[in-house]
């Protein structure tokens, strides 16, 4: 149905041109899902925006063409071209918040595209259409919904309603440029499910565009892999995952950090793509770990290894021999210490709140609305703790507390046996005990300051070392976060992204702390880049004994780092404990919701839920916080009274109204063999 | 990469200077002239500043006189370039002067916030609802008549009107910066205020500050001659470009290249701090090592 021939796309930049595609070729069948896999920067969305005709301003096409059942889209003129997408080619943005606009009703912004479209002839057949639409992409209550504006929905409905744009003209073909990328683990299952089930009502092709190999594992037919703006394999799905041919996608998958926990030490991607220092020859070639020396100066082009699978590299037959086992390194967890260390950092009853205190509004009455509810939980010398919860669950506000931006309402914080005073009231030796690390590492470093002052900064400040100590000490820093010592002298934006969270972690561990808060410290990084961290982190506990809280909203990347982790909802834990008990039975509802949720490619068979829709009641504020969203739901005990913790034999804590030995059974309903699937990866 | 760290120092700022923006270096390019014109001008004038009778007064453009004659008839391009040094030294080093304690205060007020940043932000603006010149005539007589006309009181004059309208600025520019992580990383750390404001947000501030410095020494050369047109600034006869305009423009039909003359001249001037000063904005904008990027 579409046929991409030789698209060649060059970038015009200061320092020269860029090529963001090189010579990319592919088919798309009707009806048929292909995946486009890479690392950012391997120019997967400008081919994506060419599927639409759609060049960017700065952007140059050298050759190639877009066909659409032979109609080449990149010669078009402008009006039919219009014509065409969102008739024919549906596009779904990665950020819906951006891909609509703020001051439109959603429902009248639906109106309009199909109007344009001349799907339906007036504004009140559009209106029912658009309510319709709605209800299909499993919108809630769609009559009120139309005349709601964006950021009166959640980051998820949103999404949805960008789909139900998308496919509202019926067009053959749906452009996705990482749509669940800014979504949460759950929110993200939710959409992958609403996507299959638009596909198999209406027959719609997908290229879907994302950087996680586990998503396209659930949803797509044939994945492709880019690097470095080529194309360098593609192949049906369950033949790339089984047997890929080409080392970045065995590398690639290998970065995926599955909740199974078997592949964490794998050979992943090592080092990063660096458009500016490619070879002649195989573009990966500084990276390949399979490479022979011709590699490097001779280009490689996609052959045929297979029927339907090709791949660009010269050494695929060696490759493709390997058995993925060699891939499999260790399935020891690191997380395996021993147990109940000396508690470290205390937390006891703690509520915190954004409110401001005045005495006017206590006058008035007004309750504190609490981001955190009653919090208890510790973490030893040396240990991990994870946090895991969607956004909005308070997890970070529990590291702005620890750290002293914010103070408690009620409730204790100790640490090493003492009440944490306000941050004003801290001693320097309490500031370097307790370093934070921020999620963003774009935003965490002083653009215009050098690697080198950025770590020396703490230095000063808290050891007072000469120069030549301290210029040591940086180098030795830098060094324990895998970087180069010539990187002192850069600043952060000749970094990546995951060199300068490296930066910031060393930032953290110069000042020798006892504990380092790291607040969603991966969910800004590429995949492979996010294992090597995880990585990095986990070997510098085993070194430096630093005790962490990591606080994610990744239940896979907790797997593999934390000792003990705590799952919130809403501001309250609903379960603690270890970190290999969370992922066996019992589950808490929602943990079981939250696993089912993560993309595992191993597990193709996650099993989708009835209907796409969310199925919400209104939430109570006295009974259990997750009583709204509880499959498990058990009438009015579970709105009305606060659950208790239900201890299991091995420690572990579950805080619900259903008692222990039904919920082990209750997942049989829910989740029969992924959960006898996940105990067996896990034992 | 590596070269770059090996490479001299030498070589590093000839690089920086080759990727700089062109408009930079036409600016500095200007600038370098006019420092030259400033510190050679009085021994190449062939007239003195002071100097009568060098021709037919109001005689228009000639070669002898390329920028005509005044009324009095003095020679104005001899003034020009006996005034460069007084126009230079006087509005850069005020500007100079008003860009540190406005940047100050208005990034301690933006970093500070609460309380403190309100009444600094109250005073401030008292400061600016006074005209300039009425600002300016207070200062001066504040200072008492012995003082005036000083060049050092000129200076301090010139500053006590840019600083609040700077610090406004400067105070805006901060406080986006100070939401940022960095400067949240730096005060759980323990860093103090100082520190903070001198690494964090001066240099992130630094572009918007610059260009500000660059528009306002513009504008210091006319606020130095209006003073003392009202005589309260610099005196007659010195040759102050400013001052010399605004003793020349009743008689610019009659001569207009006497008043276009010094006219032009400050306008280069302002348009060479301009270049140079943006072009400086926009290479801080960047890390120093283009060849990266």
Redesign the interface.
């Known amino acids: 149905m579409i046929e991409v021939q030789d698209l060649t796309i060059d970038y015009e930049t200061?320092?020269g041109r860029l090529r963001a595609a090189d010579a990319v070729s592919f088919t798309l069948a009707p009806s048929e899902v292909l995946g486009l896999v890479g690392e950012s920067g391997s120019g997967k969305s400008t081919v994506a925006l060419a599927l639409l005709g759609h060049v960017a301003a700065t952007a140059r096409l050298v050759r190639g063409q877009v066909l659409l059942r032979g109609e080449n889209l990149l010669s078009l003129p402008p009006a039919l071209l219009a014509a065409s997408r969102g008739r024919r080619i549906g596009f779904v943005p990665q950020n819906p918040a951006a891909g609509l606009s703020p001051h439109l009703r959603v429902g009248g912004q639906f109106v309009e595209l199909v109007l344009q479209h001349g799907v339906v002839g007036s504004r009140q057949e559009a209106m029912t259409l658009a309510r319709d639409q709605f209800a299909l992409v499993g919108l809630p209550e769609p009559h009120q919904l139309v005349r709601r504006y964006p950021h009166e929905l959640s980051g998820g409905q949103q999404q949805r309603v960008c789909i139900a744009m998308a496919v509202a003209c019926r067009p053959e073909l749906l452009v996705l440029d990482e749509p669940t990328t800014g979504l949460d683990v759950t929110t993200q299952a939710r959409i992958i499910d609403l996507l299959k089930d638009l596909r198999s009502r209406f027959d719609i092709g997908m290229l879907y565009v994302t950087h996680d190999l586990g998503v396209l594992a659930q949803i797509a037919d044939r994945v492709g892999v880019m690097y470095a703006g080529r194309l360098v394999e593609i192949a049906r799905a369950d033949r790339l995952f089984s047997n890929a041919g080409h080392p970045y996608s065995r590398g690639l998958i290998a970065s995926v950090a599955s909740v199974e926990g078997t592949t964490v030490r794998a050979r992943r991607l090592r080092g990063m793509l660096r458009r500016?220092e490619l070879p002649a020859g195989c573009a990966f070639f500084p990276r390949c770990d399979q490479s022979e020396p011709s590699c490097a100066d001779r280009p490689q082009a996609l052959e045929c290894v297979s029927d339907g699978h090709s791949v660009a590299c010269q050494r695929w037959k060696a490759i493709l021999t390997q058995s993925t086992a060699t891939v499999e390194a260790e399935t020891q967890s690191v997380s395996s210490r021993t147990a109940n260390p000396a508690p470290l950092v205390r937390l006891d009853d703690v509520s915190i709140t954004y409110d401001r205190r005045s005495v006017w509004r206590r006058l008035l009455g007004c309750k504190d609305r609490l981001v955190v509810k009653d919090l208890t939980f510790s973490i030893g010398e040396g240990e991990i703790v994870g946090l895991v919860g969607e956004s909005g669950s308070g997890k970070s506000t529990i590291a702005r507390a620890l750290?002293?931006?914010l103070a408690p309402v009620r409730g204790d914080i100790r640490f090493r046996g003492l009440p944490l005073p306000r941050?004003a009231d801290?001693s320097?030796d309490l500031?370097?005990d307790i370093q934070?690390v921020?999620q963003?590492p774009d935003?965490?470093?002083?653009?215009?300051?050098r690697v080198h002052?950025a770590l020396s900064?703490?230095l000063l400040?808290y050891f007072k070392p000469d120069h030549r100590e301290a210029d040591q000490r940086t180098r030795q820093i830098l060094q324990e976060v895998h970087l180069e010592p010539?990187y002192a002298?850069?600043?952060p934006?000749?970094l990546s992204g995951g060199e300068r969270q490296r930066v910031a972690l060393a930032?953290a561990l110069v000042?020798r702390p006892a504990v380092i808060l790291c607040d969603e410290i991966l969910s800004a990084l590429d995949v492979s880049v996010q294992a090597s961290i995880i990585e990095l982190l986990a070997g510098l506990r085993r070194e430096t004994g630093v005790a962490m809280l990591f606080i994610s909203h990744d239940l896979a990347v907790v797997r593999h780092l934390a000792d003990q982790t705590g799952v919130l909802f809403r501001g309250a834990l609903v379960e603690f404990g270890r970190t290999e008990m969370l992922f066996q039975p019992p589950f808490h509802p929602y943990t079981e919701e939250l696993l089912l949720a993560v993309p595992a490619y191993r597990k193709q068979a996650r099993r989708s839920r009835p209907s796409a829709s969310l199925k919400t009641r209104t939430p109570s504020s006295h009974g259990c916080v997750y009583a709204s969203r509880c499959q498990h739901h058990r009438g009015r005990i579970c709105d009305e009274e606060v659950p208790p913790w239900r201890h299991t034999v091995s420690g572990h804590a579950i805080r619900c109204h259903i008692p222990l030995s039904e919920l082990e059974n209750e997942r049989v309903i829910g989740i029969d063999e992924d959960g006898a699937r996940l105990a067996a990866a896990i034992s | 990469m590596t070269a770059w760290t090996t490479t001299s120092a030498t070589s590093r700022s000839r690089r920086l200077w080759e990727s700089a923006p062109a408009s930079f270096k036409v600016g500095v390019a200007m600038l370098i002239g006019h420092i030259l014109l400033a510190s050679v001008g009085p021994f190449v004038a062939p007239f003195g500043s002071a100097e009568i009778g060098t021709g037919i007064p109001l005689s228009g453009m000639s070669l002898a006189h390329p920028m005509g004659v005044d009324q009095i008839g003095r020679d104005v391009f001899s003034r020009v370039l006996y005034g460069a040094h007084i126009v230079i030294v006087l509005s850069l080093a005020g500007t100079a002067l008003g860009l540190v304690i406005g940047s100050l205060v208005g990034l301690l007020s933006a970093y500070v916030g609460g309380l403190f940043d309100e009444i600094a932000q109250r005073v401030i603006e008292a400061f600016v609802s006074i005209p300039y010149l009425v600002l300016g005539l207070l200062a001066v007589y504040a200072a008492g008549p012995g003082l005036a006309g000083q060049p050092a009181l000129m200076v301090i004059v010139i500053a006590i009107v840019y600083a609040p309208r700077i610090a406004r600025m400067a105070r805006a520019a901060a406080l986006d910066i100070v939401t940022r992580d960095f400067v949240t990383a730096a005060r759980l750390r323990g860093d103090g205020a100082w520190s903070i404001i001198r690494r964090d947000l001066a240099p992130n501030a630094a572009s918007t500050l610059l260009v500000e410095f660059a528009l306002r020494t513009g504008y210091a050369p006319a606020l130095i001659g209006a003073f003392g047109f009202l005589g309260f600034g610099v005196q007659p006869p010195t040759p102050e470009w400013g001052l010399m305009i605004s003793e020349n423009r009743n008689l610019i039909l009659v001569s207009p290249v006497t008043v276009l003359g010094p006219g032009l001249t400050l306008a280069s001037l302002v348009v060479a701090v301009n270049l140079t000063a943006e072009g400086l904005a926009r290479i801080l904008g960047r890390s120093a090592d283009f060849s990266v990027r």
């Open positions: 200061a320092s500016k750290s002293g931006l941050l801290r320097l500031r370097r934070y921020f963003n935003a965490s470093l002083n653009p215009r300051e002052t900064r703490p400040l010539s002298t850069r600043f934006d000749q930032r000042a």
